[in-house]
């Protein structure tokens, strides 16, 4: 655990004085804390910092953006933080939102806290071998119909009628990642990022859906409860969460299981998996639980690829800077032609 200083040259690490700012913050929210507030980060993550912060009784945890090489929208918690609060009652299973703090001068960046979820995490190829086949059969059943159950909320009864724009979300996506292609893309992908963002703009997205989109689904984005029986506890990382149409939101959960994910994470990880059901076996699951039709699936996952990739060139660019923190970024740039190709792959698939 930290609470003292941050090592020198250690950019992650919340020194005494931030853990108690922090601290204030929590218990003008309501916190009962027992004593000061100890932190450490938790493995895993390629975007925003996070934290499992205790005060010798109870536990909380903290996510914020990393301290460099931030790039626009792509470290929002105040998107997750507003997002779990708004589906607290919604059925779906989410971390009881405590407290966001966007001023800058409290900490240095925005950050929010939120309860401990206790459960399992099942992130890499070893955590996923600890699951029998029964049990992770049922997990992944889980997962689907946590997924079509996010999509059934409502979301202007529960308040995020201004969360985003319900229309045009493919369009939207094409220009958001293409803008973010711009800031962290290597030159030398760029014809083929630009092959593919323009295949994409000349695709026909029929958006018949309007929903909550998490944005980021997978299984290690989740914290799974195993007893008596298997269910997500919560779904966690929020922060491309926005309104718009769930097929998106089922394409990129399918596109995660595109081997090159594990070099996005620099890790064996558990949802690249043979042991788990093919992205179309995914999709079948996901329509059988009640989710939505899946109107133009080709194009949605075109560009999942597409938006992997941007990501996993971001992940490059914050490594190139020295903005990330331990082992596993170095892989990222490997990740991101193969990317690019399996969506212009699949858009040139005769239909």
Known sequence: MSGSSAEEGDTSALTRAELDAVAERMA???????????????????????????????????????????????????????????????GVPVAPALVLCEDESVI??????????????????????????????????????????????????????RFGRPDAYAERQIKRWSGQWELVGEPALTPLADDLGSRLRGSTFDQR???IVHGDYRIDNTILSLEPEPRVAAIVDWELSTIGDPVADVAMMCVYRHSALDL????????????????????????????????????HLALGY??????AAGIDHRYRVGATHGEGFDSAREAVAPLLEAGIAVLMEPA
């Open 28 to 90: 003008a929210a309501g916190a009962e804390l027992a004593g000061p507030l100890q932190s450490r980060l938790i493995a895993g993550g390629r975007s925003n910092l996070t934290y499992r912060l205790e005060d010798g009784t109870s536990a909380w945890v903290l996510r914020m953006p990393p301290r460099v090489g931030r790039t626009p929208s792509a470290h929002d918690v105040a998107r997750e933080f507003r997002i779990t609060s708004a589906l607290r009652d919604s």
């Open 209 to 211: 859906s309007v929903g």
């Open 108 to 161: 240095g960046l925005p950050f929010a806290v939120a309860g401990f979820v206790p459960g399992r995490t099942i992130q890499s190829r070893a955590d996923l071998a600890t699951l029998d086949d029964a049990t992770l059969e049922a997990v992944t059943a889980r997962l689907v119909e946590s997924l079509a159950s996010l999509h059934g909320v409502d979301h202007v009864a529960v308040g995020l009628e």
């Open 264 to 299: 996005v994470l620099g890790s064996a990880s558990a949802w690249t998996s043979d042991r788990l059901p093919s992205p179309d076996g995914l999709a079948e699951a996901y329509v059988a639980a009640g989710g939505v039709e899946l109107v133009d699936w080709e194009q």
């Open 306 to 311: 597409y938006k992997l990739a941007v990501i």
